[in-house]
């Protein structure tokens, strides 16, 4: 099998985990992740699943496979501060959360993530203008779709 073959495998196994059929979902990306274990994306995608099934320790791990292959990939920076969230480590929610912000600055989840993060530690002031943004930016992104949904 290839890397194309891996990413097909991936496409499934992210068709699955839509559907919330996570074991089928888990098995195509365990499979592509045998094939290219070198894909920060497909171990971003198994620590989206573990996330989604309550593993956030198990996500974690993923998001530092991916990010170890690419310490730029903005969505495990993001998947990362969220597992932190979930495990109540917010000081690394916070840190991992503001490198996703600004790796990827219209990434919603990592405005909230840093904003829920920094409500935890008391900081409320500035989880605000985090949360203002996360607003902000799921504003745009509402609008776009509702434009290309009429066509402009």
């Known amino acids: 099998m290839t890397v194309k073959e891996a990413v ?3 496409r499934k196994g992210f068709s699955y985990a ?6 089928e979902a888990l098995a195509y990306y365990n499979k592509a992740l045998s094939l290219d274990p070198n894909n920060p994306e497909a171990w971003y995608l198994r620590a989206s699943l573990m996330i989604d ?12 496979k991916a990010l170890a292959l690419d310490q730029n990939y903005a969505p495990a920076w993001s998947k990362k501060g969220l597992a932190y969230y979930n495990l109540e480590q917010f000081e690394e929610g916070l840190y ?3 490198r996703a912000a600004s790796l990827n600055g219209n990434d919603v989840n990592a405005w909230y993530i840093k904003g829920v993060c ?5 900081r409320s002031d500035e989880a605000q203008e ?16 509702e434009k290309k949904k009429v066509g402009r």
Request: aromatic share 4%; net charge negative.
């Open 18 to 23: 839509k559907m919330t059929k996570y074991k």
């Open 53 to 64: 099934t309550g593993r956030s320790k198990e996500a974690l791990l993923d998001c530092e």
């Open 8 to 10: 097909e495998l991936l």
């Open 130 to 145: 985090a949360y203002g943004k996360s607003l902000e930016l799921e504003i745009i992104l509402d609008i776009e779709s």
């Open 118 to 122: 920094l409500d935890e530690l008391g």
């Open 96 to 98: 991992a959360s503001t």
